[in-house]
């Protein structure tokens, strides 16, 4: 690319547990990553984003960490992180690890010298007296419950999610100083960049006050976190990667609905790309769709889309279900690759696989455990991937799988897909090879939307020309266009300047 590679490279999300399991204990590993790389090269993403795969008590199955600079054993070890890696770069594809700075595992060696007294080490966490008995502050941990566990001591300390996750105190120079060190040690193994779990949430309101609004405390600003100090963090991030060569990039999970604010993280001198999870809020229609694009194209350059991930109800489920819900994800997902931006696919939407309903007993979920159940389960989201429709573990594994597959999972299977040219995985890889060809032919970032019907969104990008009919039934557009490039479903036609697009279906075609 004649630009930095991250602009408009296609993500692909690795969720390591459910991705591939190479040993037959259940549980998706590296080598099973790397084994399955030439699925990625064929599906036409430029880069893969693995999920934790560190030292970890798995308490928040990896985003708890006991060691930042190591590999878990059940997902194998460092030199199988290096043939990954390297085998990776050599098909052409970049990695991107995540990095987990809000907290560590309770079982970190910090927060273990810190129980055991050392005062520097204790620094490093937020401890406080509670108040008339109870915790220092109302605060909520987002999975449910008082965002703090008290020690026999008598102390308590802050964990914004599960109790095995005590919170770093960012305002001390040692975590600081640590988290430089971390970055460097993956970059100099040759990582092109980082996720960054929660990026908002590293500086807290230190004056603990208590939240005015429990409810609401964690999404409005400064109130718990998204406090400006943070920007500062990764202004010193972005000046680290900025000295090592081949464009190495930051992406921050700012789980914020606030898009202006959101933009914020991200410039020249701060994250490359923050994601935008209002694409995941807005409902299948086409105004809501408008408002959403109309927002992020005003704010971000370039933009990220992001449908699903390992925290995300499906939005196949979201979009309705079944084969209605799979018909309207590639249509939403047709509108969203013509973008400019970058693309952030989660592993299993190129089989349009549904939400699994995972049983009561066979949950592990700690934000459906801690809050009672009062909380959504996400594991329905984390269900290993189908590769093949035969035996009990559908190519996954040769053993029994760390969760139950979805009740879809064998119909849309890797290898069952692969043959029919109408399926999800098939219409998937033809819109990626037309977007390619599209960027490499000189495809402009500015985009124009286009005045339509009230169920049709449209918009021209220099000479593609895309079409959304989010209507029941097929819609007929006049348009300026020389042919049909691509669509979601069978069934566009273009005849004498008007485009017949059929309900749930995005229609790319050639401008004239």
């Not at 970049?94 to 309770?106: A, G, L, Q, R, Y």
């Not at 049709?456 to 020309?465: F, I, N, S």
């Amino acid at each position: 690319m004649a630009h930095e590679w991250w602009r408009d490279a296609v993500v692909y999300e690795v969720y390591v547990r459910s991705f591939a399991d190479s040993d037959g204990d259940g549980v998706g590993d590296l080598e099973g990553v790397r084994q399955h790389l030439p699925h990625l090269v064929s599906l036409g993403v430029d880069a893969l984003w693995l999920t934790p795969f560190y030292p970890s008590p798995m308490a928040d199955h990896g985003y708890d960490v006991a060691d930042y600079c190591d590999v878990e054993p059940v997902f194998g070890d460092l030199a199988g992180f290096d043939r990954l890696l390297g085998d990776a770069h050599a098909a052409g594809l970049k990695v991107i690890v995540d990095v987990v700075p809000n907290h560590t595992s309770s079982a970190h060696r910090w927060f273990q010298e810190a129980l055991a007294g050392d005062p520097a080490a204790r620094a490093r966490y937020v401890f406080r007296e509670g108040v008339d008995g109870g915790p220092p502050n109302n605060w909520p941990s987002v999975f449910g419950g008082p965002a703090w566990t008290q020690l026999p001591s008598g102390e308590w300390y802050l964990h914004l999610f599960d109790a095995g996750q005590p919170d770093l105190d960012w305002t001390n120079g040692d975590v600081h100083e640590e988290f430089l060190r971390i970055l460097r040690f993956w970059l100099d193994r040759g990582v092109d960049g980082f996720r960054i779990d929660v990026a908002h949430a590293l500086h807290k309101n230190m004056s603990l006050d208590d939240a005015a609004d429990v409810e609401s405390a964690h999404l409005t600003r400064g109130v718990v976190w998204d406090r400006d100090e943070v920007l500062d963090v990764y202004e010193a991030w972005r000046a680290l990667l900025d000295g090592y060569d081949g464009d190495r990039m930051l992406v921050g999970e700012v789980f914020l609905f606030d898009v202006p604010r959101i933009s914020e993280y991200v410039s020249d001198a701060r994250l490359h790309q923050a994601f935008n999870f209002t694409v995941m809020k807005t409902e299948w229609g086409a105004a809501g769709l408008r408002e959403t694009v109309e927002a992020a194209l005003e704010h971000f350059h370039p933009g990220t889309w992001v449908l699903s991930n390992h925290d995300l109800v499906r939005h196949v489920t979201r979009y309705g279900g079944g084969s209605l819900g799979r018909r309207r994800g590639l249509a939403v997902t047709g509108f969203l690759l013509g973008l400019p931006g970058s693309p952030y696919l989660y592993q299993g939407e190129e089989l349009g696989l549904d939400e699994a309903v995972v049983p009561e007993a066979q949950r592990q979920d700690p934000m459906w455990h801690r809050s009672g159940g009062a909380l959504p389960t996400r594991d329905g989201c984390r269900t290993p991937m189908p590769w093949s429709a035969c035996g009990p573990g559908l190519g996954f594994t040769t053993g029994e799988s760390w969760l139950p597959f979805g009740t879809d999972a064998a119909a849309l299977a890797v290898d069952v897909q692969e043959g029919d040219p109408a399926s999800t995985l098939s219409t998937y890889r033809r819109l990626l090879a037309s977007r390619r060809a599209l960027l490499a032919s000189g495809l402009p970032d500015e985009v124009a939307l286009l005045p339509t019907a009230p169920d049709v969104l449209a918009y021209r990008r220099g000479g593609l020309l895309v079409v959304l009919n989010t209507a029941t039934e097929a819609v007929q557009v006049e348009v300026d266009a020389t042919g049909v490039v691509e669509a979601t479903a069978a069934g566009a036609v273009l005849s004498d300047g008007v485009v017949t697009v059929p309900a749930a279906t995005t229609v790319w075609l050639r401008s004239g």
